[in-house]
């Protein structure tokens, strides 16, 4: 990578994950900054590649799913649909000419759950030699606000 940016994640996840409160994503947001947006659902299988398409495009670097354990899901099977939507959308990525590494997922371990600080911590280590994303332009990728700004091209 030929710059010091890190990496802007979007980080969707079940809000039953293990210590995944208030103060938790607070510790997160003022940890990674403009690096990490999170975004809570409340079961990961409500998640559309939809929704991980749409960050790619606007702002994020990556986007990945955390879920809650297989088998403990409180709405069945939202953890496994999740899952094999995050893999559809990896395999369109990929289909694009882009690094699949750009869209994943963690499954919480059931036996052991690990907070979502350290499951964050997980996948920025993962994302850190990532470059920046070829989806975006150069005045998205000098920011992580969150939204694209509108070119005179753009349609409103």
Aim: overall charge neutral.
């Amino acid at each position: 990578m030929t710059s010091d940016k890190k990496p802007v994640l979007a980080l969707f996840y079940c809000q039953n994950t293990h210590a995944s409160g208030e103060d938790e994503r607070q510790a997160l947001e003022q940890k990674y900054g403009d690096s990490l947006k999170l975004f809570p659902i409340p079961c990961s299988g409500r998640l559309e590649p939809l929704h991980l398409l749409k960050a790619l495009e606007d702002f994020a670097d990556a986007g990945y799913v955390i879920t809650c354990p297989e088998g403990a899901c409180r709405y069945f099977e939202g953890n496994l649909r999740a899952k094999k939507r995050v893999e559809r959308t990896r395999e369109m990525i990929k289909s694009i000419g882009l690094e699949e590494e750009r869209i994943g997922f963690l499954i919480n371990s059931k036996e052991g759950p690990k907070p979502l600080t350290d499951l964050a911590d997980e996948i920025m280590d993962r994302l850190a030699n990532l470059p920046p994303s070829p989806v975006l332009g150069p005045s998205v990728q000098g920011r992580a606000t969150g939204s694209r700004q509108r070119s005179k091209g753009d349609k409103v």
